[in-house]
């Protein structure tokens, strides 16, 4: 009863006709731009962006002896752990919250998905502006309440500046941990609940034997994921700071965008792309493999 | 045990009004910064850079929503963000459904490293690349132009489309689609006539999120648009956040603009999103 008869040949290939258009998609927009910037990275490269033939790893220890890259790194490593500790905490803590059954949810969903929707770069625009001194919006809402008389300044330090940055970075990532963690939740069977409250379970065991295990999948499939944008996360150092003062508050991508499209150093931005990716290769390998391992399950 | 159960009944009381101060104080933290983008959006620029400005303007000036589309093309960035956003979705969805439709429904040499590929390339932002697909645009004369950023974003979309569209395929059961070929369809018509129909709220909140995804994008723009009538709104408005003065006024009244239409998709699809992205992320 077999409909159609395709010649063998066909059979075999047909998976990959359907495949084709997003192989050849991601291969010309994104492997070819990974082999570009290998290349480059190894590449003595003029001003005007011509390569000039091979350079062996002068560019990396150009990049490495720098006073400025071991800052750089640090605050990447800083930025990015913070960023996504702090926000997976408080995302699954929000998440918890909402899992209750109140009026008002629907409204409350609706709102905490603002950040999320929202472009960085406009985000990180309105922190810049709430956090001026002289002008600022968290001066003047702190003045009208009496809670201060004259203006603070918010930002004495670049340190200060990045924390800002920082608790921008956060407040923008909550929202994705929060509706993972939460679809998480409202995916795991009340009756494990009613199980445990016969058995005399209070609300810190059941949070730590039942949800916590249960929703542990969906909050490691958003922390990777976090991991990998909020370590190339741009628009909003880029907004408030641009990296200054002085690289203080620069991290990776910031950092490699002066190099490449400010200063002419192509070659150096390329080895810089080529330490984050490293760097991200082994998260993402680690993820990988647990991924595939558990479709195989 | 009445004085116990009334005991239990106070403390259940307690959280829950305990839940609902949290919730709203969580809203209204939520909603600062556009509360703050409105009430800047409707001062005059004298009263925003006064010392003793109040939260509210003193006078709503509404004519900044008007000025801004005089003061700059915004109607220009609207269009271009319009473009760039449903090229990016065509294509990503062209390339994506036949592909997450291979690897839901066919078993082929090469699968499991096809899937660890679109993984993997997730990793890559293309602000990391950015020097590279520079060259890449350089190449096919596109820096500068609508197009190369609709195949930039559908690209690094890919990983996305897939994982949530094999996600969608994967629950539906392929027996329909049986019954179909049986009937005399080809494969391609028993995708287009029996899954595509079922797998419709999937394919919606996949062509939503891309869309957004496509409209908030904002490093590759930035890097390689340099005509002031080929940027998208995430790169034009910042004409009025100049070196020396910023407009703040007109930076925010356009930068509602911008957000509005976006949260509101968004908003429609936050559920289906949510659930799609851990369920593709579980099954590998």
């Known amino acids: 009863m077999k409909p159609k008869k395709h010649s063998p040949l066909l059979n075999r290939t047909e998976p990959y006709l359907w495949i084709l258009p997003s192989v050849l998609l991601m291969s010309i927009f994104i492997i070819v731009p990974i082999g570009c910037v290998f290349y480059m990275a190894f590449s003595k490269i003029s001003k005007a962006g011509i390569v000039k033939g091979f350079n062996g790893i002068e560019n990396f220890s150009k990049v490495l002896g720098s006073k400025a890259f071991s800052v750089v790194l640090s605050n990447t490593l ?46 990180a625009c309105a922190w810049k502006f709430i956090i001026d001194t002289d002008y600022g919006a968290l001066n003047t809402l702190l003045k009208s309440l009496g809670i201060i ?89 880029w907004t408030i700071t641009k990296g200054d003062p002085a690289n203080r508050t620069d991290t990776l991508v910031t950092y490699l965008y002066k190099l490449a499209f400010y200063n002419g150093k192509q070659g150096e931005a390329a080895a810089v792309s080529v330490i984050g990716f490293l760097i991200l290769l082994v998260c993402a390998s680690l993820y990988m493999v647990s991924a595939l391992k558990k479709g195989d399950e | 045990m009445m004085v116990e159960s009334r ?65 700059a093309p915004m109607a220009k960035y609207m269009l271009n963000s319009m473009v760039i956003a449903t090229g990016s979705t065509i294509i990503a969805m062209l390339c994506g459904i036949p592909a997450a439709y291979a690897l839901a429904r066919m078993k082929f040499k090469g699968q499991t490293a096809f899937l660890g590929f679109i993984i993997v390339s997730q990793m890559f932002a293309p602000v990391v690349l950015l020097i590279g697909i520079y060259k890449v645009m350089q ?24 994982w949530l569209l094999r996600g969608t395929f994967l629950s539906i059961s392929p027996e329909m689609e049986q019954a179909a070929t049986i009937d005399g ?49 995430t790169v034009g408005i910042n004409i009025f956040n100049g070196y020396n003065m910023i407009e703040w006024q007109y930076l925010f009244a356009a930068s509602l603009f911008a957000i509005m239409p976006v949260v509101i998709l968004f908003m429609s699809i936050e559920k289906n999103l949510t659930s799609g992205l851990t369920a593709g992320g579980v099954k590998g």
């Not at chain 1, 994705?176 to 939460?182: G, H, I, P």
């Not at chain 1, 939740?185 to 379970?201: H, K, P, R, W």
């Open chain 1, 78 to 123: 800083v930025w990015t752990v913070v960023v996504v500790g702090l926000s997976t905490v408080l995302g699954f803590i929000l998440a918890l919250l909402l899992n209750n059954k109140f009026k008002g949810r629907k409204i409350a969903r609706a709102i905490i998905v603002f950040p999320w929707a929202t472009t960085l770069v406009i985000q």
């Open chain 1, 149 to 237: 008389s004259s203006n603070v300044n918010w930002t004495p330090t670049p340190g200060a500046y990045f924390a800002w940055e920082i608790a921008c970075g956060i407040f923008v990532t909550i929202p994705f941990v929060c509706f993972t963690a939460l679809s998480g939740l409202q995916s795991i069977d009340n009756s494990f609940y009613e199980a445990a409250t016969v058995d005399g379970g209070n609300y810190w065991q059941q949070l730590f034997h039942i949800t916590l295990p249960l929703v542990k999948p969906s909050l490691t499939v958003a922390t990777v994921l976090n991991i990998i944008y909020v370590f190339n996360s741009f628009p909003i150092v």
């Open chain 2, 7 to 71: 005991r239990i009944n106070r403390k259940k009381a307690l959280l829950r009004i305990l839940l609902y101060f949290v919730v709203f104080d969580i809203c209204l933290f939520t909603l600062y910064p556009y509360f703050v983008m409105l009430t800047t959006a409707l001062k005059s620029r004298p009263e925003i850079f006064s010392m003793n400005g109040k939260i509210f303007p003193i006078q709503a000036v509404w004519s900044n929503f008007v000025d801004i589309w005089q003061k």
């Open chain 2, 139 to 162: 190449f096919f004369k596109l820096t500068d132009s609508l197009l190369g950023l609709i195949f930039i974003n559908a690209a690094f979309n890919q990983a996305f489309t897939i």
């Open chain 2, 185 to 233: 369809c080809n494969r391609v018509q028993a995708l287009l006539r029996v899954l595509l129909p079922v797998a419709a709220p999937g394919i919606v909140t996949t062509l939503i999120f891309i869309f957004i995804n496509a409209w908030n994008e904002y490093t590759v723009a930035l890097c390689l648009i340099s005509s002031d009538t080929l940027k998208p709104l």
